[in-house]
Antibody, heavy 121, light 107 residues
Framework: EVQLLESGGGLVQPGGSLRLSCATS????????MSWVRQAPGKGLEWVST????????YYADSVKGRFTISRDDSKNTLYLQTNSLRAEDSALYYC??????????????WGQGTLVTVSS | EIVLTQSPATLSLSPGERATLSCRAS??????LAWYQQRPGQAPSLLIY???NRATAIPARFSGSGSGTDFTLTISSLEPEDFAVYYC?????????FGQGTKVEIK
């Protein structure tokens, strides 16, 4: 059974940082691209970032480019999102998302339950 | 980026009725259009990909159609568990984008 378990969210002041983690199991982690998708409270879905199965390519939404960094540790089957210079508009539930493909099909076949990031003073 | 517009925003129907949801893209996405269901308090789940392919274990009452800029998700006969929010998503161009969602509520 595929499982994605996010952690690392919390309350942070504007300008602060958080490192989100997603521990995975039930599939061959290194064979799939992985992504982060976020959802502000009561709002729709926004694609944040994708990393290919090799880790060699990363992609970011313009809204987070230069502030967020996606990475993966295949030895730990874990996906990360380093979030810096956080803004109020970054407040959201951050979902870890497994792609259907290796190079990034941008199609999510499994989702975690999310970790909540709240940016407020 | 490609903008997806879903209609209607809310669909009020009774169990057993047919639901028809629309998603229109600001430019062609070919067949690279997916549909997700999100029940209250839960993560989204994949229903349909590449416009018309049902994801694993999705019941046959869910079907998708369309290509280019106009797409439809049809639920042939609503079950109680189908009352939820539905999002379309394109993967033709980076960044992948979602529609704003259609809420299917019990009438």
């Amino acid at each position: 059974e595929v499982q994605l378990l996010e952690s690392g969210g919390g309350l942070v002041q504007p300008g602060g940082s958080l490192r989100l983690s997603c521990a995975t199991s039930g599939f061959t982690f290194s064979s799939y691209a992985m992504s982060w998708v976020r959802q502000a409270p009561g709002k729709g879905l926004e694609w944040v970032s994708t990393i290919t199965g090799s880790g060699g390519s990363t992609y970011y939404a313009d809204s987070v480019k230069g502030r967020f960094t996606i990475s993966r540790d295949d030895s730990k089957n874990t996906l990360y999102l380093q979030t810096n210079s956080l803004r109020a508009e970054d407040s959201a539930l951050y979902y870890c998302a497994k792609d259907k493909g290796y190079n990034g099909n941008y199609l999510v076949d499994y989702w975690g339950q999310g970790t909540l990031v709240t940016v407020s003073s | 980026e490609i903008v997806l517009t879903q209609s209607p925003a809310t669909l009020s129907l009774s169990p057993g009725e047919r639901a028809t949801l629309s998603c229109r893209a600001s430019q062609s996405v070919g067949s690279f259009l997916a549909w997700y269901q999100q029940r209250p308090g839960q993560a989204p789940s994949l229903l349909i990909y590449d416009a018309s392919n049902r994801a694993t274990a999705i019941p046959a009452r869910f079907s998708g159609s369309g290509s280019g800029t106009d797409f439809t998700l049809t639920i042939s006969s609503l079950e109680p568990e189908d009352f939820a929010v539905y999002y379309c998503q394109q993967r033709s161009n980076w960044p992948p984008t979602f529609g704003q969602g259609t809420k299917v509520e019990i009438k």
